[in-house]
């Protein structure tokens, strides 16, 4: 194990007023979002309401029209030019996305590597590891997420669920100070679902901060230290889960739960 091996400083993430169009219509509408170091914070909503589009601002593979994002203080993707923000290179934005990691639907994984050089490709790239020293990091990694007899697979030799475990472990390797994860059991089969959530269980009770957008209410109730229901682009319910699922305040939020509990 290298000396810096999972050493992960959790962040503080700030969503301020951030509005997003996709031409005519309004994905994201004054959205206001705080998660401290450390907090697991679940994003719940119907399809359509802006859940995904959110993860994708935090970490600027989409931009807001309006407001911004900081990653403990430090605004993401922009500087400020006067009262203006500026848009940063397409270079620092590369290095501050290193320290965001983002777990999709669909795995996104190199289907030409191997899983252990999919998991160490990263922080060779992106934190300038020399290799020998990012492959032992990934075997640790893929330790972790219960896939060390994996290392030299290909992800189509992968089940849907291995393959997910595996992009846990990549977005890991760059030691992000978040992790964002875009419903993650989405893309399985049922029987699949319990082996990723359980790896999202053991980084929720370890100090991680993470962002997790999902469909699956029980798992919410389990490692939510807060519950945010967003509906039509815009925050409408937070608090713990005991607030938000037993007793939600709001219509749209009693609507929706009594449809998917």
């Known amino acids: 194990m290298t000396g810096e091996t999972l050493e992960i400083r959790p962040a503080a993430v700030e969503v301020r007023d951030v509005h997003k169009w996709y031409g005519a219509q309004r994905v994201l509408n004054g959205v206001e979002l705080t998660v401290r170091p450390g907090e697991v914070t679940v994003i719940l909503g119907p399809s359509g ?4 589009t959110l993860l994708r601002v935090i970490n600027h593979l989409e931009k807001p029209e309006i407001g911004h994002v900081s990653l403990n203080g ?7 030019h006067g009262e203006r923000l ?10 501050q996305r290193g320290r965001i990691g983002f777990v999709f639907q669909n ?13 160490a490709a990263a922080p060779v790239a992106t934190r300038r590891l020399k290799r020998p020293e990012a492959r032992e990091l990934a075997r640790t990694l893929l330790d972790r997420v219960g896939l060390a007899d994996k290392a030299g697979a290909y992800p189509r030799q992968l089940s849907g669920g291995q393959q997910q475990r595996v992009a846990i472990a990549r ?3 760059l030691r992000p100070g978040v992790i964002l994860f875009d419903e993650p059991t989405s893309a399985l089969d049922p029987e699949l679902v319990g082996e990723v959530l359980a790896v999202i269980k053991d980084l929720a009770t370890s100090g991680t901060t993470l962002v997790i957008v999902t469909h699956e209410i029980g798992f919410a109730r389990e490692v939510a ?5 967003l509906d039509e682009g815009r925050v409408v319910e937070q608090g713990s ?7 939600p305040t709001h219509e749209r ?6 449809k998917v509990l």
């Open 74 to 80: 430090e605004l993401i993707g922009v500087r400020r």
């Open 49 to 52: 309401s802006g859940k995904s």
């Open 107 to 119: 795995f996104n994984l190199f289907p030409h590597l191997t899983v252990l050089d999919n998991v």
């Open 86 to 95: 500026k848009e940063l290179t397409e270079r620092a934005i590369l290095a």
């Open 225 to 229: 230290d807060r519950i945010v229901f």
């Open 171 to 173: 977005a890991l390797a």
């Open 253 to 258: 939020t009693r609507d929706f739960l009594s």
């Open 241 to 247: 889960p005991t607030e938000v699922l037993d007793h």
